[in-house]
């Protein structure tokens, strides 16, 4: 999906990711992220969001809940963190991130609200009055409040499969002032995922129902007299967008794809983001009809079109169609097409550019600075944000593994 705009935008981080590779210096199966152009991305990002009024909050699943390049994006200027779910927030809290949204997507276990209060997160997303009175429990003897959002729902409104919940939009009212009423805590906003989409057809990013639904809900809790100003609005956050999440009454965004330059609109236009992550692996074997490669961090939805092989660094790649197994298949493989396959090398650096979901991933991540000059290995990690030994297997004696 991102291949040539990569190779036509950003060819250095091919370059080094395929150098790395045949080197030995980074595992097939891994997704190579260049953290100077992910740096230079969330500056722009959070610039375009304070030109708009728009408080932005990082995420970080799509590259693999990595600790180092957070910190390397809030040094940028986008501060706080959102954590799609209690995992994510657990493990980039330690690492000493500051939380701005727990719970969105997924809500907070019960025994872990103690711990997610305790981070003191700007937000704390509910689905509905249960959620949010735990909460309150939680703050007893806490000489603060937390403020929290609702998720909110209306009819015709879109929601991916398994994310779905929230507070009907005809009940947000009453349940809003249930939860304003809690002691240790304050509604202080709306949400709902997705409230953009890219549209094929127009090759444009387009609002959702949803954005209508909470503006609704926004509109009638606050009439209410519940003072809660916040209108969250995940989903195709970037520089191009802000200006319609803006203009619909936003408040606060949430971008992440954009960070490594790979929204749809990423693929189609040059935008001020540039692309700043690729998947790197290696040809393991051919049959007559089809090469494959090492996988294991293959998106089902990543709409990866073509990648590139190369038998050596410096060489020149050849150009091969991905053909995309179904979602319930294990990617043990990638399934390469050409009219030869049998001519390329066993052992080859294959590197594709899509758009990627790491922390769902069986894969490696690595993150690699100096990509325009001297590149540094800054890192291997597992596709959820723990840091890999040169062994490749997590630091610390995790998984039973004895110190020397």
């Not at 210096?25 to 030109?51: E, F, K, M, Q, W």
């Not at 689905?127 to 735990?134: K, M, V, Y």
């Not at 490669?293 to 089902?300: D, E, H, I, R, T």
């Not at 290995?377 to 062994?391: K, N, Y």
């Amino acid at each position: 999906m991102f291949i040539d705009v990569t190779r036509r935008r950003n060819p250095r981080l091919i370059d080094v990711a395929v150098e790395l590779h045949q080197s030995g210096r980074l595992p097939s199966n891994c997704y190579v992220i260049d953290l100077d152009t992910v740096s230079h991305n969330a500056g722009v990002v959070a610039a375009a969001a304070a030109s708009h009024g728009l408080t932005a909050y990082q995420m970080t699943k799509q590259f693999g809940r990595n600790a180092v390049v957070a910190r390397a994006v809030a040094v940028a200027g986008i501060e706080r963190v959102v954590a799609v779910d209690f995992e994510e927030a657990r493990l980039l809290r330690a690492e000493g991130l500051r939380m701005g949204n727990v719970g969105h997507l997924v809500q907070v276990p019960q025994h872990e609200i103690a711990r997610a209060v305790d981070m003191e997160s700007d937000f704390i997303t509910v689905f509905g009055f249960d959620q949010a009175e735990r909460i309150s429990r939680a703050m007893a003897g806490r000489e603060r409040h937390q403020d929290v959002l609702l998720r909110v729902v209306g009819p015709g409104d879109t929601f991916y499969p398994a994310q779905r919940g929230g507070v009907p939009l005809d009940e947000c009212v009453g349940v809003a002032r249930q939860i304003d009423a809690l002691p240790g805590v304050r509604l202080r906003g709306v949400t709902s995922f997705p409230v953009v989409l890219w549209d094929e057809a127009l090759g444009a990013f387009g609002a959702t129902n949803n954005l209508s639904t909470l503006r609704s809900a926004s509109e009638a809790i606050n009439d209410a007299g519940v003072d809660a100003p916040a209108r969250n609005t995940p989903s195709a956050c970037c520089s191009a967008t802000f200006g319609l999440k803006a203009g619909a009454g936003s408040t606060h965004v949430e971008p992440g794809s954009c960070l490594t330059g790979q929204t749809p609109l990423h693929a189609v236009s040059d935008e001020p983001e540039l692309p700043a992550m690729v998947y790197v692996s290696e040809i393991s074997h051919t049959t007559t009809d089809a090469a494959y490669s090492v996988a294991g961090g293959l998106y089902p939805r990543s709409r990866a079109r073509t990648a590139l092989v190369y038998d050596a660094a410096g060489a020149e790649p050849r150009v091969v169609r991905v053909e995309l197994d179904p979602a319930e298949a294990i990617d043990y493989y990638g399934t390469l097409r050409l009219d030869d396959p049998r001519s390329l090398r066993i052992g080859s650096t294959v590197v594709y550019a899509f758009r990627a979901q790491a922390f769902v991933s069986k894969c490696f991540v690595a993150v690699v600075s100096g990509v325009g000059a001297e590149p540094t290995v800054e890192g291997i990690f597992t596709s959820t944000g723990f840091r890999l030994g040169e062994d490749l297997l997590p630091i610390g004696g995790q998984h039973g593994r004895t110190a020397q």
